[in-house]
């Protein structure tokens, strides 16, 4: 019997040792998979399939496919999390759309000039680093945008609005950067 059989039987009895040594086995590749699948630094993803992972150790048919199973789990999550950040990315920009023109139409009212900033100001926005952008939607979008960081990125009032002071700061930069009929 092998070392992974053998921690394969103890994880799935619920030895939680035994899953940390097939954790400390596979972590990297299944990390390096899921961030060659786009997925940021891939620990997210990764961690994702590894809890998956421990809650489906029954359905393992053998220890020696314990990476092509981890594999397939970790492709699952990968996709799993792409869509669900190209819908959140779609919902914020809609709702990010919906209420920067109503703002903007009190201000300029030529529909072209209007229509024109706000293109410039999707393509600045989709420049920003995620964690950026997030907080701008966040400030903009929500009633209570410093609690609402706390529990999306984990930052603290503080850390949030210094977050968003650097996004604001990128941002008006990226603004002036784009050419103006």
Not at 22 to 34: F, K, L, N, P, T
Not at 36 to 65: N, P, V, Y
Not at 76 to 99: F, G, P, S, Y
Request: aromatic fraction near 6%.
């Amino acid at each position: 019997m092998t070392t992974e059989d053998r921690d394969l039987t103890a994880a799935r009895a619920g030895d939680h040792a035994a899953f940390a040594r097939i954790y400390d086995r596979h972590a990297a590749v299944v990390i390096s998979y899921c961030r060659s699948r786009g997925d940021g630094d891939g620990l997210d993803a990764a961690q994702e399939a590894f809890l998956r992972a421990f809650g489906m150790l029954e359905q393992l048919t053998s220890a020696a496919s314990m990476r092509s199973w981890l594999f397939g789990i970790s492709r699952r999550v990968c996709a799993e999390r792409r869509r669900a950040a190209r819908r959140r990315n779609h919902h914020e920009e809609k709702a990010m759309t919906i209420r920067l023109a109503a703002i903007d139409q009190q201000r300029i009212p030529d529909k072209a000039i209007r229509a024109e900033r706000m293109e410039s100001l999707t393509s600045a926005l989709q420049s920003l680093p995620d964690e950026e952008r997030l907080a701008i939607h966040l400030f903009y979008l929500e009633d209570d945008a410093a609690n609402a960081a706390a529990d999306a990125l984990g930052l603290s009032r503080s850390g949030f609005y210094k977050l968003l002071a650097r996004a604001r700061q990128r941002l008006a930069t990226a603004m002036r950067e784009v050419p103006q009929s």
